[in-house]
């Protein structure tokens, strides 16, 4: 089973942090954003990952280049210049870094893809910007039991997002925090797919929520796997302050 995760896009609405790296490298707790998703993966089985990507894309390739050396204590023989990892984080992961693209839309990042994964049954696919305690092996299981081409992880929203109540008049009669369960279900990008999907993409300007997601569900192909527990993206410096806030203390998406 492999795991897409796509890592090209500009990042933005956290211009604070992507001016010098991809967003998927911002860090929380020491560690990129990257890491951590890599890490909910692996902690359900899933240990091989084709990484999309584009803006910055060197940079990831060298934190990957240089894992060892970024996440171990190094001794390093200057006679012959041969480094020697100590107390290093083995991995059992085998990453594919793949350039798709600087200005390709999401869609089009995964159809570049194709090749890599045309042959597999299914595979998972998802954001680098997106963390979540989801039973992924349960997502992959429901997936192959429904037969359809692709499995989108449903999530309500985040219950931090405080609700205004308004009289006809504009005046505000209530602030308040409803309970998560009170609230809409939202895409929470943790998707398994089938190949099938690729049919779905015309091109690099294909946004993959959009047109094939659309299409995927008029046609009864696209299924929800709701998730109830915690879900968070990262798109803005306070969503980034709030997870690293979550870590500190004791993150729900730590798994491992």
């Known amino acids: 089973m492999k795991a897409v995760i796509l890592a090209g896009g500009f990042g933005s609405r956290l211009s604070e942090e992507t001016v010098l790296k991809p967003k998927p490298m911002v860090e929380i707790g020491g560690k990129p954003i990257l890491w951590h998703i890599l890490n909910i993966y692996s902690a ?49 992961w085998k990453v594919h870094l793949v350039n798709t693209g600087l200005y390709t839309q999401t869609g089009g990042r995964l159809l570049r893809l194709k090749d890599w994964l045309k042959d597999d049954d299914c595979f998972c ?88 997601v659309e299409r995927l569900a008029r046609e009864g192909q696209l299924m929800g796997y709701q998730h109830r527990g915690f879900w968070s993206c990262m798109d803005t410096l306070k969503e980034k302050q709030y ?6 203390a004791e993150a729900p998406w730590k798994v491992w």
């Open 44 to 92: 359900h089985g899933v240990n091989e990952f084709v990484i999309a990507l584009g803006y910055k894309g060197d940079y990831i390739k060298e934190y990957f280049l240089n894992y060892y050396a970024f996440n171990s204590d190094v001794t390093v023989d200057l006679m012959t210049g041969t480094p020697t990892f100590l107390n290093s984080d083995q991995q059992p």
């Open 125 to 212: 696919f998802t954001y680098g910007d997106g963390v979540s305690n989801i039973d992924i092996q349960a997502s992959i299981d429901f997936h192959r039991s429904h037969g359809k081409h692709a499995t989108m992880t449903s999530v309500h929203t985040p219950e931090r997002f405080g609700r205004i109540g308004f009289e006809q008049d504009n005046r505000v009669s209530e602030f308040y925090e409803k309970p998560a369960e009170a609230e809409g279900w939202i895409n929470g990008g943790f998707f398994v797919l089938s190949p099938k999907v690729f049919d779905y993409i015309d091109n690099d300007t294909t946004i993959w929520e959009r047109d094939p």
């Open 243 to 248: 997870l690293e806030s979550l870590w500190q």
